[in-house]
């Protein structure tokens, strides 16, 4: 039998107050002790407060170690964006700029997505997303590496 949002929600600010009727537990915004909550409203701060699940160490630094070169780089290409409009375009297009540009506007895009997919990457074995991340690292720095030493 399928419950509707409103029976998951009742259900759930039970197990709310069940779990702190015995137990100290500081109200996650004003820190009021939540002992004996008698709703899932904080009496001190009045914000509502819910139940959930989390994982005691997700490996959030490993999506921002993969995340880090790309930002990088779109970082980058934005800043070379934004100081073409004050300085005047040379007179031979310089095509390491324009590589910069190119993968710092595609991994923008590509942050996007992997931040709306975390939790696919986050499934993923620590070996999987660790040459992931070291494919990642390894092509933006030969980005860089091309772009500098050869198209500057
Ligand atoms: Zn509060």
């Known amino acids: ?4 949002p409103d029976e998951h929600e009742v259900g759930i600010d039970d197990l709310l107050v069940e779990m702190l009727r015995r ?3 500081p109200c996650p915004v004003c820190r009021y002790n939540l002992r ?3 709703s899932s409203v904080c009496p001190e701060c009045g914000h509502r407060l819910t139940l959930r699940v989390g994982s005691v160490d997700p490996p959030f630094g490993a999506l921002l170690l993969l995340l880090t070169p790309m930002l990088m780089t779109a970082g980058v290409a934005l800043f070379f964006g934004v100081a073409r409009i ?3 375009p040379p ?5 390491g700029f324009q590589l910069i540009w190119v993968s710092g506007f595609l991994e923008a895009l590509a942050v996007l997505v992997i931040n709306r997919k975390q939790a ?3 499934r993923r074995s620590k070996l999987v997303r660790v040459l992931l991340t070291g494919f990642v690292w ?3 720095v030969a980005i860089f590496v091309v772009a500098i030493v050869y198209g500057l």
């Open 1 to 4: 039998m399928a419950t509707t």
């Open 36 to 38: 004996n909550l008698t």
């Open 91 to 95: 007179v031979v297009p310089l095509w």
């Open 138 to 140: 390894a092509v933006n």
């Open 86 to 88: 004050f300085v005047a």
């Open 23 to 25: 137990r100290d537990v």
């Open 120 to 122: 696919t990457f986050l």
